[in-house]
C-alpha cells in the first residue's frame, strides 16, 4: 500500500506539471496526421504567390491593386472574406490609394481585416487597421508551444482593461450571424490566462488539421484580377487573402509538417475555419476524467501486479501502456477529445520495476526462512554448510533440499503404490486422501483422479484441521474450494451390494480411534470379510495413522483379496463331496451288490448283476472325467491356439452324432461366421459344446431337433445350442452353474449326470474372455449360448 500511494503521488505530481509534455505533444502530433479530415469545399485561398508579384510588382503593393482585388471578389458575392494583409500604416506615397481600398471594403461589406499584436513600452498592444479600414476584424497571433508547433489559438486575445478581440478565423465564422457572437458559438476549451503585462488570452482551441500543406484550394491573385476565374466561382465561399511568396509571410512548423515544410499563416486560418465552422475543435478532456484516466491504470497495474505472475503481469502492464496511448489517439481522431497519457503511462511503467524489486525482496527473505525451517527438521535434511546471500545461491540452496524431499516423497509414495493390496488413507471423517492403483482400479467411478486433487503437506496437516465431513450430497468436502472429496463409505457403498457389515467396521474403528469411544471386539479388530456382485471376497481392514502429537490424525485402510484364499477353500469342500459322497455311493453300491451276489437267497441273475456293476462304474468314470475336466478348465497354465471356429462346432457335433441318432434327434446346425478365428484352447471348447449339445439330447423329447447356430453378436461371436425340452424356472436357473448341483435330478425319468457338466461350459466360457448365457421358461425349452469376444481374434 504504501508503495502504490508513492507512485500514485509521483503520478499525480508528473501530471500536474506537465514534466512529460514533450511526448505527450507527439502523441497529439501522431493523432492529427494520422487521422486526417475532409478539407471543406466553400473555403478558398487567394494567395499572393511569386507569380503574381511578378506579375504586378514587387512587394508590398499598392493598395489600389488591393482595392482591385476586393472589388473583383466582392462582385462574385462570397459569404465572407478575410483579406489577410496588414494595413496598419497609411500610404504615404500614394495617399488616395487608402481612401479607394476603404472605399472597395465598404462597398463589399463582408471583408475581415487582421489586428496585429505589437510590442509597446508597457507590453504588447493590439494594432487595428487604418480608421476608415476598420470593418470586422480579428487578431491572427498564433501561440505556438514550448518546441514551437503551431497546435491551438486563443479565440479572444488583447488588453485585460479592454475589450480582446475575435480570432480573425472566428470573426469570418461568425460573421453574419444573427446574434452577436460569443464563446458558447463555437467549440473551445474553457481556459484563460493573463501575462504579467495585462494581456489577456481567452477559450483555446486546438487545431485539427485537416492534411499537409497544400491542402486546402489555392488561387493566385493573379488569376482573379485577370478575370481567369467563372464569375459565381467563390459564391457564398469563404475567402481567404493572404501572402505565400517566398521570404513573405508567416510560415509554422505544424503537426502535419513534414520534411521541414512549415504552412503558411493563411492555411492554419483555414484549418481554424473549418473546425470552427464543423464543431470539431480539439479540446481537452474534462479535469476529473482527466484525473481519473491518469490514476486509474496506475492502480489497475498494482492490482495486476499483485494478483498476477510477474510474466501476466508485464503482459498486463503492457497492455494497460498500449490501451492509453490507443485510447488517446482514437479519442482525438473519434470525439475531437485530448487525454495526455505520459503520465499515467509512467506510473504503470513505475509500477512493475518497484513491485519487482519488493517481490524479489520477500522471494529471497522467504527462501532465507525456508532453508532455516528445513535444516531444524530433526533427522529428516542438513542444511548446507555454506548459503550464498544471492538469489541464484539461495534458490540453489532451496533447490538441493527440495530434491531430496523429492525424492523422500518418490520412495513413500512408490512404496504406497507398491504395496500388494489395495490400500487407502482416510481421515478421521472418512474422506479418502490417497488411494493406490490397486484401490483405484477396484473403484474406478469413485476414485479416478483422487490422487489428482489436492493433497495436505503431511500427516501434521491431518491433526492441524484436514478433517471433512459428509456435505449435503453424501460426499466429503476436504477444505480446498469446495472440492467434492469421495470417502470411504464411498467406496464401500459402490463395491460391495450389502456395504452393511463394511459401515459397521468403519463406525466401530472410528469409535476405537476416539479416546472416549468403546473398544472393537476382538473379531471387529482382525477386520470384516465383504462380498461383491460378482462373488469376489475382500477383508476390510483398518489401522490408525498418528500425528505429530501422538493421537490419531487418520485411518490406513487395505483390502486384502481373499478370494482366491476363499476359492481354494470352496474348492476343497467340493472336492471332499465329490470323494464322500459322489464317487464313494457308486462304490458302495458295488460293494452291496457284490454282498447281496454271496448270498444265494439274494443273488441276482449274472446279465443283471454285470449291468448294474457297469452301470455304477461307468457313473464313477463320468464323474472322474468331469472333476478332470473341470480342474483342466480352471487351471492356471492353459494352451491357445489359433482355432477356425467353423471347424471347432463341427468338431463338437460330430461327437454327438451318434447319441442324437439313438435317440431320434435331428441336428439342426446355423453357422454364419465361416472363416473366423479365434485365440482359444480348443480342447476344451470343443468339450464345452459338445456338453450342451448332449444336455440338448438329453432333456428334448425323441424326434425333436436341436439347434446349434454360430454366428456374430456384436462384439461377441456367439456359439447357441437351443432344445426344445422341459425348459427351465426362472428361480431355478440361479444355482444351475453350482457344481454338484441338477434341476432335473428328482424326475424318474431324469437323465443320468454329475452335475460339473455346466460349471465345467461356464468356467471354459470365463477362461477365454467371455461368459454363458441362458434363455428358458417351463415348457419352453432352453438356449444356452456361449459368448466369446472378437477381440481374441488372431491376427
Keep these: 500500500m504504501v508503495l502504490l500511494v508513492a507512485v500514485l503521488l509521483v503520478t499525480a505530481v508528473v501530471a500536474r506539471f506537465d514534466w512529460f509534455e514533450r511526448a505527450d505533444l507527439a502523441i497529439l502530433d501522431f493523432s492529427i496526421a494520422s487521422q486526417p479530415r475532409p478539407v471543406r469545399g466553400d473555403i478558398v485561398l487567394v494567395t499572393i504567390d511569386d507569380a503574381s508579384i511578378g506579375a504586378v510588382g514587387r512587394w508590398p503593393w499598392r493598395r489600389s491593386v488591393l482595392a482591385a482585388l476586393v472589388d473583383q471578389l466582392a462582385a462574385q458575392q462570397p459569404r465572407v472574406i478575410g483579406l489577410d494583409v496588414i494595413l496598419s500604416e497609411p500610404d504615404i506615397r500614394y495617399p488616395a490609394d487608402d481612401a479607394a481600398l476603404a472605399e472597395s471594403i465598404r462597398r463589399a461589406g463582408n471583408v475581415i481585416l487582421p489586428v496585429v499584436a505589437e510590442p509597446g513600452p508597457a507590453g504588447p498592444v493590439m494594432r487595428p487597421p487604418l480608421d476608415g479600414l476598420r470593418t470586422g476584424l480579428g487578431h491572427i497571433n498564433l501561440m505556438p508551444d514550448a518546441d514551437g508547433v503551431a497546435r491551438a489559438v486563443w479565440l479572444r486575445e488583447g488588453d485585460a482593461d479592454a475589450r480582446p478581440y475575435w480570432q480573425f478565423a472566428a470573426a469570418m465564422a461568425a460573421f453574419g450571424q444573427a446574434s452577436p457572437a460569443s464563446s458558447d458559438s463555437f467549440r473551445h476549451e474553457a481556459a484563460s490566462r493573463v501575462d504579467s503585462a495585462g494581456w489577456l488570452s ?120 498500449a490501451a492509453l496511448i490507443g485510447g488517446s489517439i482514437m479519442l482525438v481522431g473519434s470525439m475531437q477529445l485530448w487525454f495526455a497519457p505520459s503520465a499515467a503511462v509512467f506510473g504503470c511503467l513505475l509500477v512493475y520495476p518497484l513491485w519487482s524489486w519488493r517481490r524479489q ?56 503404490e507398491s504395496l500388494p493390496e489395495a490400500t487407502l488413507i482416510c481421515n478421521l471423517d472418512g474422506g479418502i486422501l490417497v488411494a493406490n492403483r490397486r484401490a483405484v482400479a477396484l473403484v474406478p467411478p469413485v476414485l479416478q483422479g483422487i490422487n489428482d486433487m489436492p493433497q495436505p503437506a503431511g500427516l501434521g496437516g491431518l491433526a492441524g484441521g484436514y478433517g471433512t465431513a459428509p456435505d449435503d450430497e453424501g460426499g466429503y468436502d476436504d477444505g480446498y474450494g469446495g472440492l467434492d472429496r469421495p470417502g470411504l463409505p464411498d467406496v464401500i457403498e459402490t463395491l460391495f451390494p450389502v456395504p452393511g457389515p463394511g459401515l459397521a ?53 487395505s483390502l486384502v483379496d481373499i478370494t482366491t484364499v476363499r476359492r481354494a477353500e470352496r474348492q476343497r469342500e467340493q472336492t471332499l463331496h465329490f470323494l464322500s459322497h459322489d464317487m464313494r455311493s457308486p462304490q458302495a453300491s458295488i460293494l452291496a451288490l457284490i454282498d447281496m451276489q454271496s448270498r444265494d437267497t439274494r443273488a441276482l441273475p449274472e446279465p443283471e448283476l454285470l449291468g448294474r456293476i457297469s452301470e455304477h462304474a461307468h457313473r464313477t468314470l463320468a464323474l472322474a472325467d468331469d472333476f478332470i475336466r473341470l480342474a483342466q478348465a480352471e487351471s492356471q497354465n492353459l494352451v491357445f491356439a489359433d482355432v477356425e471356429m467353423t471347424a471347432l462346432v463341427l468338431d463338437a457335433t460330430d461327437e454327438m452324432w451318434a447319441l442324437a441318432r439313438t435317440r431320434g434327434i435331428e441336428l439342426e446346425l446355423d453357422l ?40 456374430r453378436l456384436g462384439p461377441y461371436l456367439a456359439i447357441e445350442v437351443t432344445d426344445h425340452g422341459p425348459g427351465i424356472a426362472l428361480e431355478d436357473q440361479a444355482r444351475l452353474f453350482r457344481p454338484f448341483s441338477r434341476v432335473h435330478a428328482q424326475g424318474s425319468d431324469a437323465p443320468s449326470g454329475s452335475g460339473l457338466g455346466l460349471v465345467f461350459v461356464k468356467t471354459v466360457a470365463e477362461r477365454h474372455g467371455g461368459r454363458v448365457v441362458l434363455r428358458s421358461g417351463v415348457g419352453e425349452g432352453a438356449t444356452f449360448s456361449i459368448w466369446l469376444p472378437l477381440r481374441n481374434r488372431a491376427g
Design 202 to 321: 481567452q477559450d483555446r482551441l486546438r487545431i485539427p488539421y485537416a492534411g499537409p500543406p497544400g491542402s486546402f484550394t489555392r488561387v493566385p491573385v493573379l488569376d482573379v484580377l485577370s478575370g481567369q476565374l467563372g464569375p459565381d466561382y467563390f459564391r457564398g465561399k469563404f475567402v481567404i487573402v493572404g501572402t505565400v511568396a517566398t521570404g513573405l509571410g508567416d510560415v509554422f512548423p505544424t503537426p502535419v509538417s513534414r520534411h521541414g515544410r512549415g504552412m503558411s499563416g493563411i492555411e492554419v486560418q483555414a484549418n481554424v475555419l473549418q473546425a470552427l465552422r464543423e464543431g470539431t475543435g480539439i479540446v481537452r478532456v474534462p479535469e476529473l476524467a482527466g484525473w481519473f484516466a491518469t490514476l486509474l491504470p496506475v492502480l489497475l497495474a498494482a492490482l495486476a501486479a499483485w494478483m498476477l505472475t510477474p510474466r501476466d503481469a508485464l503482459i498486463a502492464v503492457a497492455v494497460l501502456v
Design 361 to 416: 525482496e520477500a522471494a529471497l527473505r522467504f527462501l532465507s526462512e525456508e532453508l532455516v525451517r528445513l535444516g531444524r527438521e530433526p533427522g529428516l535434511l542438513a542444511a548446507p554448510a555454506r548459503i550464498d546471500h544471492s538469489l541464484d545461491g539461495r534458490m540453489q540452496a532451496v533447490y538441493d533440499m527440495t530434491a531430496r524431499l523429492r525424492d523422500m516423497r518418490r520412495f513413500l509414495s512408490d512404496g504406497l
Design 505 to 557: 467396521y468403519w463406525d466401530a474403528l472410528c469409535g476405537a480411534l476416539d479416546a472416549d469411544g468403546p473398544v472393537m471386539s476382538s473379531s471387529d479388530s482382525h477386520g470384516v470379510e465383504l462380498a461383491t456382485e460378482d462373488d469376489r471376497r475382500y477383508l476390510l481392514h483398518g489401522a490408525p495413522l498418528h500425528g505429530e502429537a501422538g493421537r490419531p490424525a487418520g485411518v490406513i485402510v
Design 672 to 711: 454364419d461366421a465361416e472363416g473366423v478365428v479365434l485365440r482359444a484352447s480348443p480342447m476344451l471348447l470343443v468339450r464345452a459344446i459338445a456338453n450342451l449339445v448332449s444336455n440338448a439330447i438329453k432333456f428334448s423329447p425323441p424326434g425333436a431337433p436341436v439347434q446349434v447356430r454360430l454366428h
